[in-house]
């Protein structure tokens, strides 16, 4: 019975914040628009008993996913997002792991203030620090105010409202969320291992390629899965640092939601985008599952 | 002694709270449209706690309306889309009994507003304006020389123009509802038309210069265009004014300027309305009252360099407004004024897809 109890707790979390709502999507998606209160037809009538819900379940069609097909819009906008998401999260990854691996190999004293100074960041709105980068990109920005001074450049440099400063803001907002996971599995790292590495007549590099590396895979996932995901779906960054030619697949929704004010495209993109993303993991996560069976 | 005078104060301090427990009015408007102490004045008239809340786009402002339940007991909805939100049962009548000061308005712009909210009975007009070209005057002129069209829409339009100005900058309002007849006007077809084959001619001429346009936006350009990032933007005549006002004051040598297209600019209405649901409709019609007084509507014209439909408010406003005739157009500029009516729903997805299209620039 008790058994029963913890299961159903993370299970129940499932249902209601994550089922639930991509039911309502979903149903949303298959409806049509209307100008109404809400904007979408057909809506569940109970009052009507089963004549009701027939006619409901009779309104609902895929015709606005074959909408998505139609429009090459979308297709550019997903792949759009999966190249941006894709190419920040190796960046990330590039720039996180230096830093996460200085962390872990620097005196036992100092660990605190570094990771403390990681997270120190997120005391601030992400909203505004976003803003701030505006601050700092725009062509009377501190950066090229500070590279105007200092000569390197004669004319301002066009950063703001392109995919650079997209990168730039990506890079930035997600950085501890590479961090941190990486840190945490490379301070596990016994460092023993090396040494032993070293001993049996591995070179540095070697022994990094061939110890640290591998024994650090479990954050470097994790590290991944975290920008990745999110910046995929990212909305803010690209709205705020990105120029209209930035094309990513959270602005398209945004805009079939509020521009358009189309829910049942907005919905019907919104649930592709679940299945790009959900349907990769699934299958990543079954062959790790499969491999580790294996390795027993 | 002691213990009595905590015993005060322990009952001032439980009825606090109530004393200045207030009901709230809250306030959806567009951004950088109000002299913020109005909001301070009318809290002190009326007792009411004031909520105010800014939007930068009527779409935006559609979502909520229809998404019902936005909480909102005043919000601002430009013409066209009040109609469409009226249609979709979104706004309650205007009791006009609450509202003493209606007096006040201007006939010529209620006959106007009519259109789209017949008899006014869903809403008050609070500013009215036209869509037409801020720009930095001396930038313009420096990359297109002495004679740059700068009342003209060839200004955009025209590619060849815009391939010059790309490099200092240039925004257009993220409004399809405005751009695209602005468009068809330019082209000599009919800006009202709701028919799809000739909405769809706007799509080349806009997509020839969209290499060029910087960014899609309604708002930021207030500030860019002050600041010198930009040089031109397509915009809504008292916003330009004022980041010209901006400009002035940072006095940073920016000088700005901006102008109704001589091809005829689209005049629009911004209505205030009390949703359906507003959970204070009676704070609502005082906030309504209280906007509809002559001094208040002349303040916030003053502050914000829009025209409102206010005809007793005239008399307070200053010089600058009043007589500018990009604020309070002369009747030959009034006669090329266009208005736009909504589109139908059919025909809004066809005038949607082609913004997207054209602002992805695909």
């Known amino acids: 019975m008790r058994r029963f109890f913890l299961i159903a707790v993370p299970y129940a979390w499932l249902l209601v914040l994550f089922l639930i709502p991509f039911v309502i999507v979903l149903k949303i998606s298959l409806s049509d628009t209307e100008l109404a209160i809400p904007p979408y037809t057909p809506t569940l009538d109970l009052s009507q008993g089963w004549a009701g819900i027939r006619e409901f379940f009779a309104g609902l069609d895929l015709e606005n996913f074959v909408w998505l097909t139609e429009d090459d819009l979308y297709w550019k906008a997903y792949l759009s997002s999966l190249w941006i998401a894709t190419c920040s999260t190796i960046l990330t990854l590039l720039i996180g792991f230096p830093i996460a691996y200085g962390m872990a190999r620097s005196p036992e004293q100092w660990r605190a203030t570094l990771m403390m100074l990681v997270i120190l960041p997120f005391w601030t709105s992400f909203l505004i620090r976003v803003y701030a980068w505006m601050g700092i990109l725009s062509q009377e920005g501190f950066l090229n105010q500070f590279l105007l001074w200092i000569g390197i450049i004669d004319s301002p440099l066009t950063i703001l409202n392109t995919n650079t400063a997209v990168y730039i803001g990506i890079v930035y907002t997600y950085l501890p969320f590479m961090i941190l996971p990486i840190y945490a599995a490379l301070d596990r790292l016994d460092g023993s291992l090396i040494e032993a590495a070293e001993d049996l007549g591995c070179s540095r590099l070697m022994a990094f390629w061939l110890v640290t590396l591998p024994l650090s895979r479990p954050g470097i996932i994790a590290g991944c899965f975290l920008v990745f995901i999110p910046a995929l779906g990212e909305f803010v960054i690209p709205s705020l640092l990105g120029g209209s030619g930035t094309l990513m697949i959270g602005k398209v929704l945004w805009e079939e939601f509020f521009s358009n004010r189309d829910w049942p495209v907005a919905s019907a993109v919104a649930v592709v985008l679940l299945l790009i993303l959900v349907i990769p993991i699934v299958l990543f996560q079954r062959n790790q599952q499969k491999q580790q069976e294996a390795d027993q | ?362």
């Open chain 2, 1 to 362: 002694m002691p213990r009595k005078l905590t015993g005060a104060l322990a009952t001032v301090a439980l009825l606090a709270p109530f004393a200045v427990w207030a009901e709230e009015v809250r306030v959806y408007n567009w951004s950088d449209y109000i002299d913020e102490d109005l909001l301070k004045k009318f809290e002190e008239e009326t007792g009411y706690d004031l909520i105010y809340d800014v939007f930068d786009s009527n779409e935006v402002l559609e979502t909520k309306m229809l998404a019902g339940g936005s909480g909102y007991d005043v919000v601002v909805p430009t013409g066209d889309f009040l109609q469409r939100q009226v249609s979709a049962g979104a706004f309650q009548k205007l009791d006009k009994s609450k509202l003493p000061n209606a007096g006040n308005m201007w006939d010529m712009i209620e006959d106007r507003t009519s259109q789209y909210d017949p008899g006014n009975e869903y809403s008050i007009n609070y500013m009215w304006g036209t869509t037409g070209v801020g720009m930095n005057v001396g930038k313009v002129k420096e990359v297109l020389g002495e004679d740059a069209p700068l009342n003209s829409m060839d200004l955009v339009l025209d590619p060849a123009n815009m391939e010059k100005l790309a490099d200092c900058g240039v925004y257009f309002l993220d409004a399809p509802t405005e751009i695209v007849p602005m468009v068809l006007q330019y082209l000599g077809e009919d800006p009202d038309s709701n028919d799809p084959d000739v909405i769809s001619k706007a799509e080349a001429p806009l997509l020839a210069v969209r290499p060029h346009i910087k960014k899609f936006h309604s708002s930021e350009y207030i500030n860019a265009l002050a600041n010198g990032d930009i040089c031109v933007a397509v915009g809504w005549s008292g916003d330009v004014l004022q980041a010209r006002d901006r400009a002035v004051e940072a006095d940073n040598g920016v000088e700005i300027a901006y102008h109704p297209f001589a091809q005829g600019s689209l005049m629009w209405f911004d209505q205030m309305a009390i949703p359906t649901d507003a959970p204070n409709p009676e704070g609502a019609h005082a906030f309504l009252n209280f906007i509809m007084d002559a001094q208040n509507m002349a303040a916030a014209s003053n502050y914000v360099y829009f025209a409102n439909g206010n005809k007793a408010s005239q008399e307070f406003l200053a010089e600058d407004v009043i007589g500018d005739v990009a604020i309070y157009p002369d009747d030959a500029t009034l006669e090329k004024l266009y208005t736009k009516s909504p589109y139908p729903s059919k025909v809004q997805r066809v005038v949607t897809r082609m913004w997207t299209k054209v602002k992805s620039g695909t």
